[in-house]
């Protein structure tokens, strides 16, 4: 059974996507542009950046061993540190004027000095239709410095192997690479969610040890005849007190929560299989589908049957 997080993954339909390794010399820089169901990432494998997120004040340092991670797809620039943000070029342009393929390594810059920046640079792509707090709160970039160490062992052998197979053309190394950095994005967002354990910015609760065990029995059947008393239970909490912590921590009622997944399954059993709208009502928890017709269009703003319709 999938525990909170991979289910939100699973549903998401993330798939990864790693669009080049480079051999930057100085000075150089580029400009990535939005994308929309994109989240963007960028692992310096050898010396250092500049990265400077579209619409922010701040630029982001990324070191050796660092990994950033731009959940929401915003534009962004990759510079050296003595490039003038002013002198960066459009992304498709670099990989114009480089002649770059799609694979191998795209090389940009002067000469090298010495002073090589080697990033793996790629993203995760994921389906429109299902939405979640945990990524709809996260912010504008997630900086993980010497994210390897940071990690664990595991997660500098995922690196280590994406590494590898985008270094020299192996048999099935681009799909081993895209499983890795479809492993490393799940593994950098459990990591930041745990930073939060503490925190009060509507994703602590996510990684709140009783909160979670609530939550991953929601996720895992979402049919049940599911009460705050039954969570709280599932909790290990009194009810007043895992209401309390709740509403706190994830910033939504329990019972809120519980429609608000409900609906985010029933969205894809619409999409993604010919199940009738009575089974699909029964499958997230509705005794009628005109019950469940209520409360899908009080949740998304269509019928079931309008939103299953070509649009």
């Not at 002067?110 to 709160?137: M, N, Y």
């Not at 052998?157 to 890795?180: F, N, Q």
């Not at 950095?181 to 609760?205: H, P």
């Not at 009738?276 to 049957?305: C, W």
């Amino acid at each position: 059974m999938l525990d909170l997080l991979s289910d939100v993954l699973a549903r998401l339909k993330i798939q990864g996507t790693l669009y080049f390794r480079t051999s930057f010399s100085p000075p150089w820089g580029l400009e990535v542009p939005p994308y929309e169901n994109v989240a963007r990432f960028h692992f310096a494998h050898r010396g250092n950046c500049r990265v400077r997120i579209s619409g922010t004040q701040e630029s982001v340092a990324l070191e050796q061993g660092d990994l950033i991670i731009i959940p929401h797809g915003a534009g962004h620039k990759l510079l050296s540190e003595t490039t003038p943000e002013t002198d960066t070029l459009p992304l498709d342009q670099v990989l114009q004027e480089t002649g770059y393929s799609g694979t191998g390594i795209l090389v940009h810059g002067e000469p090298s000095d010495g002073r090589t920046t080697e990033l793996i640079c790629g993203h995760i792509s994921f389906g429109s239709a299902v939405r979640h707090p945990i990524f709809e709160r996260l912010p504008e970039w997630i900086h993980i410095r010497n994210y390897g160490a940071t990690a664990g062992a595991w997660m500098e052998a995922t690196l280590r192997v994406i590494s590898e197979e985008t270094s020299a053309p192996r048999p099935g190394g681009d799909l081993i690479a895209l499983k890795m950095a479809e492993a490393l994005f799940a593994q950098s967002i459990r990591a930041f969610l745990e930073e939060q354990a503490g925190g009060a910015d509507g994703l602590s609760g996510f990684a709140d040890p009783q909160l979670s065990r609530a939550l991953n029995a929601v996720h895992q059947n979402p049919a049940d005849n599911w009460t705050v008393a039954s969570l709280a239970k599932a909790a290990g909490m009194s009810r007043t007190v895992f209401a309390q912590q709740f509403a706190q921590k994830i910033r939504l009622k329990p019972m809120q929560y519980v429609t608000f997944w409900r609906m985010q399954v029933a969205q894809q059993l619409l999409t993604d299989t010919q199940s009738s709208v009575g089974d699909i009502a029964a499958q997230v928890g509705y005794a009628s589908e005109s019950a469940f017709a209520r409360a899908f269009k009080a949740e998304i703003g269509l019928t079931p049957a309008n939103f299953r319709k070509p649009r």
